[in-house]
């Protein structure tokens, strides 16, 4: 820039300078002078109107050859240019790159933006979603996969958890996970995975654990009647052996009785939608909490709000009498556990407080999984299952509620059921007469 400058300043000085002698040798110094200014300012309009054809991209070369500023400039732009060629060039094999890649992934994968307009999608998306190109680009993706469920879940905005089980619009056979990524302002991603095979493999689960805890049931009932007739008057020996069968046989039947439980509940999408009278179900949990608990505990009912809620009281009771029980068996005795029924802002809230031995946070992203323990041991010997949680976690999501634990290792836990406004119902007036 500095040598451009230069040279730029000389040949301005040279210009001026012959104009002096020029000026000096053959008088008129003034006229000499002017014409030299002149001419630079022709020059300067000659060489801006190249760059303004240059611009305007009427001319295609533009002469950088020049050492002055003028050269200067161009050689910077042309640079700039090249740069900006070779960027674009870069971005353009990487979007190819990522549109190959996306177009080869076995997941539909469909770009929309915030009004739910197709931007693009893959051809896994024609195979799985029945999209077709360019027919379907710029359609309305509701329209387009015409399912109320589906439409529903996209307007609804909370996409944390998958959609599942949905029927392909190409095939009804085929069953889909629809999940959907925010990735830019206002852009979503949304990914459709064939879940039929997984989604058989969970089908042959669930039956085999209904078939077996149903085959089971008979037997166990039979085993179980047969240890009660028993008396062991005649060998005094078999007194131990014979309370630990019976012990036993009651905790199989418990965990068949829990397993057809959770079965039954899995196979369901909804449940009956009734007037749970809160007021009685509390009062019948804490008779059963002092019965559990043969006085080894303080028990108290706080209910802070006469609310009713909409749902099954015979589910509810189920879930809500797991976590009194949990409560009173993992509570030492001389323990407190209060069972409180309250309105959190419009949110009902059912939520039992213990002051028993806590939970340790790793085992809190696992406890409502089936058969998981903290201390298999002390749930043994306490009569657990190790299906209480997943039961409570099955009946509350078939009410669209929440678990929230808090916890803490030898102070105690709070485990809360909370359940969406909608399902609070005010209290039903009092029958007269
Ligand atoms: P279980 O039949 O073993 O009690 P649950 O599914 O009801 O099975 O509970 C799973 C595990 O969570 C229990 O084994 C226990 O370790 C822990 N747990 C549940 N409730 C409480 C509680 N109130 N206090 C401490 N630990 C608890």
């Not at 999608?121 to 195979?127: L, M, P, V």
């Not at 852009?187 to 085999?208: G, T």
């Not at 803490?408 to 406004?421: D, K, L, P, R, Y």
């Amino acid at each position: 820039m500095d040598r451009a400058l230069h040279v730029s300043l000389w040949r301005i000085a040279a210009v001026l300078g012959l104009a002096l002698v020029l000026g000096l040798l053959l008088g008129g110094l003034a006229w000499w002078l002017l014409a030299a200014t002149g001419g630079a300012l022709v020059y300067l309009l000659w060489r801006l109107r190249q760059f303004g054809l240059w611009l305007q991209g009427h001319s295609r070369r533009l002469p950088n050859d020049d050492a002055g500023l003028w050269g200067s400039l161009y050689r910077g732009l042309v640079l700039r240019q090249r740069r900006e060629l070779q960027r674009r060039r870069r971005l353009l094999r990487l979007l190819r790159a990522f549109r190959t890649t996306a177009a080869a992934l076995p997941d539909a994968t469909v770009v929309l933006d915030a009004a739910g307009t197709i931007l693009w999608f893959n051809t896994a998306a024609t195979r799985l979603l029945g999209l077709s190109y360019p027919h379907d680009m710029g359609g309305h993706f509701s329209n387009l996969v015409r399912s109320p469920r589906v439409t529903r879940w996209l307007e609804g905005g909370d996409w944390s958890e998958p959609l599942m089980d949905v029927p392909a619009p190409t095939d009804d056979a085929l069953r889909l996970g629809l999940r959907i990524i925010p990735y830019a302002e206002g852009q979503r991603l949304l990914v459709a995975r064939d879940m039929s095979k997984l989604m058989q493999l969970e089908q042959v689960r669930r039956d085999f654990v209904a078939n077996v805890s149903h085959e089971l049931r008979t037997p166990l009932t039979v085993v179980h009647g047969y240890l009660d007739l028993i008396e062991p008057d005649q060998s005094p020996e078999l007194e131990p052996i014979l309370v630990e069968l019976r012990s036993q046989s009651r905790r199989m039947t418990q965990i068949v009785e829990d397993l057809l439980t959770l079965s039954r509940l899995e196979a369901q999408d909804s449940l009956p939608e009734e007037r749970v009278s809160m007021t009685g179900v509390l009062q019948t949990l804490r008779r059963e909490a002092e019965a559990l608990s043969l006085g080894r505990h303080a028990i108290s009912l706080d209910l802070r709000t006469d609310t009713d809620l909409t749902g099954s009281t015979k589910e509810l009771h189920s879930a809500f009498s797991n976590l009194v029980s949990n409560a009173v068996r993992y509570t030492p005795a001389g323990g407190s556990i209060a069972i409180r029924w309250e309105l959190r802002g419009a949110e009902p809230v059912f939520s039992v407080t213990d002051t028993g031995q806590g939970i340790a946070p790793s085992h809190l992203p696992r406890i409502t999984e089936r058969f998981y323990r903290v201390s298999s041991s002390r749930s043994r010997d306490t009569g657990g299952t190790g299906l209480g949680l997943s039961i409570v976690k099955h009946v509350l999501q078939l009410h669209q509620a929440r678990l929230c634990i808090e916890s803490e290792v030898g102070v105690g836990s709070t485990f809360s059921c909370v359940f969406g406004a909608e399902r609070a119902l005010a209290a039903a007036a009092e029958e007269t007469g």
